[in-house]
């Protein structure tokens, strides 16, 4: 059964917006770096150029999008378990669409498995999904506006300067690099706060049969 839901679709569902709105703003309160349209909008950006490049179908690349910008909305629930309550809350949204069983399973298996306390590579768009979300590192994310009180979060993403994620020529790795202003924000706290999330990518990469390379200003790290 064919599924007429697509990404396009999605981000102009009006309920789908308001779910993620209502998500980030839930978050913001806590203290949380933005997860908003900018970063799930992001993640799908990347989830596409991973799954395109190893050659994943058109339909598989389009689940995986769709995975991508639905995956914290269950934010708006509370921030404990979100990728479990996001999943469960993806499931009614898309059966009320009709999609497909298998493709309902492929996206909330994804979503249910991209937070790093309980995560998983158990298919491509999971895999895919875990590293578009954890390598989404850059300073527009941070929201405080006032440096002197930033915690570790505020400082490590402040302190990127430039964040690239991409394939080595040959395809088989794939190479986050990262330059970081070293008097805002030092290498080590960013493994402090990360180091669980690069190697969480690692597994990842693998799973999709590649490498995951770490590149901080000039060197690789992993």
Do not use: W
Request: with cysteine.
């Amino acid at each position: 059964m064919s599924s007429v839901v697509t990404y396009k679709y999605i981000k102009q569902n009006p309920d789908i917006h308001t779910y993620i709105k209502n998500a980030d703003a839930a978050v913001e309160v806590q203290g949380y770096t933005e997860h908003s349209f900018a970063h799930v909008e992001k993640t799908a950006v990347s989830v596409e150029m991973i799954l395109s490049t190893l050659n994943y179908g058109e339909r598989t690349v389009e689940l995986g999008k769709i995975a991508a910008y639905l995956h914290d909305i269950g934010n708006v629930i509370n921030r404990v378990d979100h990728a479990q309550s996001g999943a469960v809350m993806a499931f009614r949204l898309l059966d009320n669409l009709n999609m497909p069983a298998d493709e309902i399973c492929a996206i909330i298996s994804a979503i249910g498995n991209h937070d790093e306390s309980t995560a998983q590579p158990i298919n491509a768009i999971s895999a895919a999904l875990i590293i578009a979300d954890k390598t989404d590192v850059r300073r527009s994310r941070v929201r405080n506006a006032d440096m002197m009180s930033f915690d570790i979060h505020d400082r490590v993403n402040y302190a990127v300067e430039k964040s690239e994620l991409f394939f080595s020529e040959d395809k088989t790795a794939i190479i986050l690099e990262l330059e970081i202003d070293n008097n805002i924000s030092s290498v080590m706290e960013y493994f402090e706060i990360f180091l669980q999330r690069m190697l969480l990518c690692k597994r990842s990469a693998e799973f999709l049969g590649v490498k995951f390379k770490l590149r901080i200003n000039g060197s690789y790290i992993i």
